[in-house]
C-alpha cells in the first residue's frame, strides 16, 4: 500500500501525464495472470510477498534488478484478456485516487511474445481503459484516460510506433513517447520518426534528463521537437545556484524550456529510487516550482515505487513546505500541458480543476 495519505489530499483533483502502465499493476493481478497465463517467472507467490520483491528491488540501486521487475509485469501482459485488465484497473486505481485526467504510457513492441500484434495490443488497452472509465464513473470518480504509445530507445520499432500513434489518434491514443536507457541511445537515433510525427501535427513527448544531463535534454528539445520532457530533472544542471545576490543564474537551455514553457514531467519518487535525487527534501522539483518553470508532478512507476499521486502530493507538502496553492499550480500546469484538445483541457480546468481547489481551500490543507 502506498504511505497513508491525509482525507484531503485524496478528493483533490489530480492530473497524471507520466505513469506507465506495465509499472502500475496491482501485485494481486500479477500474481493472477500468471495463474491463468501459465507463466512461472514469478519470484515469489503471495501478494504481500510481491508487492514487498517489487518495492525491494526497485530499491535496490541495481539496475539489473530494477529492470527485472518490468519483466515480471510485462510477462504476465501478453494476451488481450489480460492487458485489458491491467488497463481497466489502472483506470479505476487512479480515478479512485483523485485523478481526474491521465495520458498512461506503454510500449506495444513488450506484449509481443504471445503472437499478438501491435494493433491488438493497442485495442486491448484502449478498451481496458474505456472499461475502467466506466466502472470508475459508476463508482463515483468519473476520469479520462488517455494513452501514448513508446518505443523502446534501444530497439529499432519507433518509426512503426509513431505511424500506429498517428493511425490511433482519434481512438483515445495522445500521442507518443520514447524510454528506455538514455546513455548510449540518444533520441537522435529516431529522428526519422520525431520528424514524422511533426509532419503529421502529431504530440510526443521524450524521455530525458533523468539519469542523463544536459546533452540529453538538448537533443530532445532541439534536435526532435519533443514538447514535453520525461523527468527533464537534470536541467538544474544548467541553473547556477552560487551566484552572486539572490536569484539563481539560468544557463541558455535552462532558459529556453522555462521561457517556452516547456513541461517537466518529475517524478520524485522515482527518483530518489534510481538515484537521480537524494530525497524528497532536496528534489530539484520545488526549487524548479519556486523558478516557475513548467513544473508537473508524476508518479512513473507506481507498483515498483508503491506510490500514487495522493501519495506524491502529501510528501511535497510533508517534506517540502508545499501548500494547496503549490498543488492547484502543479494540476493546473499539467492539465495545460496535456495531449487533449484545447478546450477540452479548458473544460477540465474551469468544470473540475478549479471548483474542486476552491472547495479544499474553504476547509484548509490540513
Ligand atoms: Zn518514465
Not at 496553492?325 to 468544470?351: C, G, H, Y
Request: with cysteine.
Amino acid at each position: 500500500m502506498p504511505g497513508e495519505v491525509r482525507g484531503k489530499i485524496k478528493a483533490l483533483p489530480k492530473v497524471l501525464l507520466h505513469d506507465h502502465l506495465d509499472g502500475g499493476v496491482r501485485p494481486k493481478t500479477v500474481l493472477e495472470l500468471a495463474q491463468e497465463t501459465g507463466y512461472d517467472g514469478l519470484p515469489v507467490n503471495d501478494v504481500q510477498g510481491l508487492a514487498d520483491w517489487f518495492r525491494d528491488s526497485a530499491d535496490s540501486g541495481s539496475l539489473v534488478r530494477y529492470l527485472e521487475t518490468f519483466a515480471q509485469t510485462v510477462g504476465v501482459m501478453q494476451t488481450s484478456d489480460a492487458i485489458f485488465r491491467v488497463a481497466s484497473e489502472c483506470a479505476q486505481d487512479l480515478a479512485a485516487d483523485g485523478v481526474v485526467y491521465a495520458e498512461v504510457r506503454y510500449a506495444p513492441e513488450q506484449h509481443l511474445e504471445q503472437g499478438l500484434t501491435l494493433e491488438q495490443v493497442i485495442e486491448a488497452v484502449n478498451a481496458g481503459f474505456r472499461d475502467g472509465e466506466a466502472r470508475a464513473a459508476e463508482a463515483g470518480h468519473p476520469i479520462r484516460v488517455r494513452a501514448l504509445l513508446t518505443a523502446m530507445r534501444h530497439a529499432a520499432k519507433s518509426r512503426d510506433i509513431a505511424e500506429l500513434a498517428v493511425r490511433y489518434r482519434d481512438q483515445e491514443v495522445a500521442g507518443f513517447d520514447i524510454a528506455g536507457a538514455e546513455a548510449g541511445y540518444p533520441p537522435t537515433r529516431h529522428l526519422d520518426a520525431f520528424e514524422y510525427l511533426r509532419r503529421e501535427n502529431a504530440h510526443f513527448t521524450i524521455h530525458a534528463g533523468e539519469a542523463f544531463g544536459l546533452p540529453s535534454i538538448w537533443e530532445a528539445i532541439q534536435w526532435c521537437g519533443a514538447e514535453r520532457l520525461g523527468h527533464g530533472v537534470r536541467i538544474v544542471d544548467d541553473i547556477d545556484l552560487d551566484a552572486a545576490g539572490d536569484a539563481p543564474t539560468l544557463g541558455r537551455l535552462a532558459s529556453f524550456v522555462r521561457d517556452r514553457r516547456i513541461p517537466l514531467e518529475m517524478c520524485p519518487t522515482s527518483n530518489i529510487q534510481t538515484g537521480a535525487a537524494e530525497s524528497v527534501a532536496a528534489h530539484p522539483i520545488t526549487m524548479l516550482k519556486d523558478l516557475r518553470f513548467r513544473v508537473t508532478l508524476n508518479t512513473d512507476n507506481r507498483l515498483m515505487s508503491d506510490t500514487s499521486m495522493s501519495w506524491e502530493m502529501q510528501q511535497l507538502v510533508d517534506e517540502a513546505g508545499w501548500d494547496l496553492d503549490d498543488l492547484r499550480w502543479v494540476t493546473i500546469n499539467a492539465m495545460k500541458s496535456a495531449f487533449l484538445p484545447f478546450e477540452q483541457r479548458l473544460d477540465i480546468i474551469d468544470t473540475i480543476i478549479k471548483p474542486g481547489y476552491e472547495a479544499a481551500a474553504r476547509g484548509a490543507l490540513s
